[in-house]
């Protein structure tokens, strides 16, 4: 094979990520070579690049891009399951794949992985913003059947992500609860969608922005407010002063954490989805009765299926913008100036 490929890297801490040529990689044992057809964007991309050095959990260069969907374009040696021209998606937390948690799907949650030095593409191995991706098993890949790739691409953690925040709290989101989305971006106007499909919810969206409030009402929430100081007591009014049943926080930072805690009901559950890591303090009397706090991340193997067929019915759809590789390092300027609505989809 041999050559050469576009790929976008993030190459020294600080700097603005660049379009280079890099080797164009090859199969070894057990691995898959996708030529990319979409890669999205994502604010944890955004994350990784705010980190000083010291926090780099990894070595640089990196290209980017942990939401793949590409077409099989070569197979190493002992490869079954895909052939050559399928089209599939990437799961992106790549686990051991055999300890405990890998054995239930949850490979997300792989205890090994850290010792193991086994990291996401775009998130410590070689993403999918180039023009070919390298996958490490062929587990990790979920077929498209039908989807469009630019649709796909998304899902696989803008969708994955709220769909597993979700149904950790499907027994509390019956006929009349109330359901909370704190930022109506990319994971956000996902989680309206996936909320509408699975449960009986009413869906109340907050957002700064008045476009991502627009964009939630129109993918279907019951209720639009401001997240501002009035928030918390807009909810209140909304639910007759109960407070809503499971609050989704998708920024993470204090104010955000403050609304979910002055909002959610008693025997609510407050899950922080978003990745800003501000701490909300928990302990008798600091939040209504029995509420319980959680800090997800991604999903399982089985979720990320899960969520394609609930896109294959036409009950989910992400709201994109595509751009060309070259285009990347200005995209991801818009995107951190929060200039995108929806999500950002990098077709090579």
Not at 34 to 39: E, H, I, N, Y
Not at 259 to 287: C, H, K, M, N, R
Request: hydrophobic letters at 45%.
């Amino acid at each position: 094979m041999g050559g050469v490929m576009k790929a976008v890297q993030y190459q020294q801490v600080g700097a603005a990520p660049v379009v280079v040529e890099v080797p164009k990689p090859e199969p070894g044992p057990g691995q898959v070579l996708l030529k990319v057809t979409a890669a999205g964007m994502c604010h944890s991309d955004i994350g990784v690049m705010s980190w000083p050095a010291d926090r780099l959990p990894f070595e640089l260069p990196l290209t980017l891009g942990h939401e793949g969907v590409g077409t099989v374009a070569g197979l190493g040696p002992g490869v079954r399951g895909v052939a050559e021209g399928d089209s599939v998606a990437v799961y992106g937390p790549w686990g051991c794949g055999v300890c405990w948690k890998c054995a239930q799907g949850k490979e997300n949650y792989c205890t090994r992985a850290a010792e193991l030095g086994i990291r996401p593409p775009g998130l410590g191995s070689p993403g999918a913003m180039a023009e070919y991706l390298l996958v490490d098993d062929v587990r990790h890949l979920v077929p498209l059947d039908g989807l469009d790739p630019v649709q796909a691409a998304p899902l696989t953690d803008a969708g994955l992500t709220p769909y597993h925040a979700i149904k950790r709290s499907l027994p509390k989101l019956v006929g009349g609860s109330t359901a909370v989305v704190i930022g109506a971006g990319g994971l956000g106007h996902l989680a309206v969608q996936i909320l509408r499909a699975t449960t009986g919810a009413r869906v109340i969206a907050l957002d700064v922005a008045d476009d991502k409030l627009a964009l939630a009402r129109e993918v279907g929430a019951h209720d639009v407010a401001r997240s501002d100081e009035n928030a918390a007591q807009r909810v209140r009014e909304l639910t007759g002063g109960l407070g809503a049943d499971v609050v989704l926080d998708f920024v993470g930072i204090a104010p955000t954490v403050q609304i979910a805690a002055q909002s959610v009901a008693v025997e609510g559950d407050i899950t922080i989805v978003g990745i800003a890591g501000a701490p909300l303090p928990v302990g008798f009397g600091l939040l209504p009765h029995e509420v319980s706090v959680a800090s997800p991340y991604w999903g399982s193997r089985a979720e990320l299926i899960e969520v394609l067929d609930l896109a294959r019915q036409g009950a989910l759809r992400a709201h994109v913008e595509t751009f060309g590789l070259d285009e990347t390092p200005e995209v991801y300027e818009r995107f951190h100036h929060g200039q995108i609505k929806g999500r950002a989809v990098i077709v090579p």
